[in-house]
């Protein structure tokens, strides 16, 4: 029994060391970070009673349909007014970060989660989102500005 209980709890540490970590502590461009320019509009006239937002970035590899995108990291941000950019802090070891490790090219989105009328609830019926419709919210890691539109979803 208590040979099946250290197979347990080295399987579990295992498990934890190999999972996907993102460190919200910092959340300043360092020498271990790069940063991407994201520049957020939208053509519809929003109302923003809650300022907070949190932005996600995410990498995975295009070539596996079925294998889950890993969230590379996050930043929460305060915006009361459409159009804006932010510049979000990116690990310089991004790709590294990714499981199952991409065999060829990586394709990386960001997420947006915004209670942005303030409701208590992200992401519902008139809450600003990414407007999928319009752009998938795909970002190259580059010194270029990248764009990603808005909708408030109804």
Wanted: proline share 6%; with cysteine; net charge neutral.
């Amino acid at each position: 029994m208590r040979n099946y209980f250290s197979l347990l709890a080295i399987a579990g540490t295992l498990m934890l060391l190999s999972c996907n970590t993102v460190d919200k502590k910092n959340n300043t461009a360092s020498a271990d970070s790069n940063t991407v320019k994201i520049e957020f509009s939208g053509a519809e006239n929003f109302t923003i009673k809650n300022p907070k937002l949190k932005v996600s970035l995410y990498g995975a590899d295009p070539n596996l349909a079925d294998a889950p995108a890993t969230l590379i990291t996050e930043k929460e941000f305060e915006q009361k007014s459409i159009p804006f950019t932010i510049d979000l802090p990116v690990p310089k070891d991004a790709e590294s970060r990714i499981t199952p490790k991409p065999v060829g090219a990586v394709k990386y989105y960001i997420s947006l989660d915004w209670d942005s009328d303030g409701n208590g609830k992200s992401n519902e019926k008139g809450d600003i989102f990414i407007d999928h419709d319009k752009q998938f919210p795909t970002v190259t890691l580059n010194n270029e500005p990248q764009k990603v539109y808005l909708k408030i979803l109804k």
